[in-house]
């Protein structure tokens, strides 16, 4: 199996890491573990067909691979395991907002407190979740997490929050719930903000977006629609109506990326001069990466109403060399 990606020194978990229900799923698991990666506690999967890491804060997953596979995600290696922040790469959850909350429609704001003020991508992603059930097969292994402590100073609205794992040899799905658990409609969006390796960002392309409109953020946040396959020729940060499959071609990999409970996907990549203002990533570290984020964003955010739940999810598959 090739080298997972660089992370300080495994230890095992200490048991104030995982809850007495988590040590007892965990006890007689024949594919997983919790092990603790300096300040955080990581799921280890290591099934024979498949391996995966797991962070229990934000339910961050950093490593999925099919045996004998590189990481299909990318994870920065300048990535730092201390409480309260996310990692630099894999798949942060952005939830119960994304982006700059100020930024986001009326409806999203007026459930948040000073938005001006409030944490970028919501506060999911730098809480502790629980693991709550664990199921394992010879074909695969599936986990949820949940979000008990789901309350913020800034945030008045009552959802909760799940988010499910499931790892086969072929293919990786995620999936992260949301329930209002109040008496009154609460509007919000989020997104699965998914890192992707490659070899060079400029021979790397996504197509399924031909003929779509999208947001341009670096122009005003102007309307355009897109032609052809989209390219990383320079800071990239969009949003767009998505409505189809995506094929992300790089000279790494070539992955199809199904999404479900989305209309809107987010492609990003800072280049040059914003990679030096970024935590957690090297100056050049740019041309090895490339967001494409499975999102309920822009006009595309989500409404419940008491007792509803909404499903946002992705699955990604590989699609052979080229």
């Known amino acids: 199996m090739p080298s997972l990606s660089s992370h300080p020194?495994?230890?095992?978990?200490?048991?104030?890491?995982?809850?007495?229900?988590?040590?007892?799923?965990?006890?007689?698991?024949?594919?997983?573990?919790?092990?603790?990666?300096?300040?955080?506690?990581?799921?280890?999967?290591?099934?024979?067909?498949?391996?995966?890491?797991?962070?229990?804060?934000?339910?961050?997953?950093?490593?999925?691979?099919?045996?004998?596979?590189?990481?299909?995600?990318?994870?920065?290696?300048?990535?730092?395991?201390?409480?309260?922040?996310?990692?630099?790469?894999?798949?942060?959850?952005?939830?119960?907002w994304f982006g700059s909350a100020a930024m986001n429609p009326a409806a999203v704001k007026a459930t948040i407190t000073n938005p001006e003020q409030a944490p970028a991508h919501g506060f999911a992603r730098a809480r502790q979740w629980q693991l709550s059930d664990l199921y394992e097969a010879c074909d695969r292994v599936e986990i949820t997490l949940t979000l008990n402590d789901h309350q913020h100073p800034q945030w008045a609205a009552q959802l909760s929050a799940e988010a499910q794992f499931i790892f086969r040899a072929d293919s990786l799905a995620v999936n992260l719930i949301s329930q209002n658990n109040g008496t009154e409609p609460v509007c919000f969006s989020q997104a699965l903000h998914t890192y992707f390796p490659t070899d060079d960002v400029r021979a790397t392309q996504v197509l399924g977006f031909e003929g779509e409109r999208y947001i341009e953020?670096?122009?005003?946040?102007?309307?355009?629609?897109?032609?052809?396959?989209?390219?990383?020729n320079g800071e990239t940060d969009r949003?767009?109506?998505?409505?189809?499959?995506?094929?992300?071609?790089?000279?790494?990999?070539?992955?199809?990326?199904?999404?479900?409970?989305?209309?809107?996907?987010?492609?990003?990549?800072?280049?040059?001069?914003?990679?030096?203002?970024?935590?957690?990533?090297?100056?050049?570290?740019?041309?090895?990466?490339?967001?494409?984020?499975?999102?309920?964003?822009?006009?595309?955010?989500?409404?419940?109403?008491?007792?509803?739940?909404?499903?946002?999810?992705?699955?990604?598959?590989?699609l052979g060399q080229g």
């Open 217 to 232: 953020t670096l122009e005003g946040w102007c309307e355009k629609t897109q032609q052809g396959p989209v390219r990383f």
């Open 9 to 96: 020194v495994t230890t095992a978990a200490s048991a104030a890491s995982v809850s007495s229900a988590a040590s007892r799923l965990l006890a007689h698991s024949p594919f997983v573990k919790a092990v603790q990666r300096d300040e955080l506690t990581c799921l280890e999967i290591r099934h024979p067909q498949f391996s995966a890491d797991l962070l229990l804060q934000g339910a961050q997953l950093i490593h999925y691979a099919p045996e004998g596979e590189n990481n299909w995600l990318w994870l920065s290696e300048q990535a730092e395991y201390k409480q309260g922040q996310s990692l630099r790469g894999g798949i942060p959850l952005c939830w119960p």
């Open 239 to 318: 949003i767009y109506d998505a409505t189809r499959p995506l094929r992300l071609i790089s000279p790494q990999q070539r992955l199809l990326l199904q999404s479900s409970g989305s209309a809107s996907a987010v492609v990003w990549n800072p280049h040059i001069e914003k990679s030096l203002r970024l935590s957690q990533f090297a100056a050049d570290a740019w041309m090895r990466m490339f967001c494409v984020e499975t999102a309920n964003a822009f006009a595309d955010v989500i409404t419940l109403a008491a007792g509803e739940k909404h499903c946002l999810g992705l699955q990604l598959s590989s």
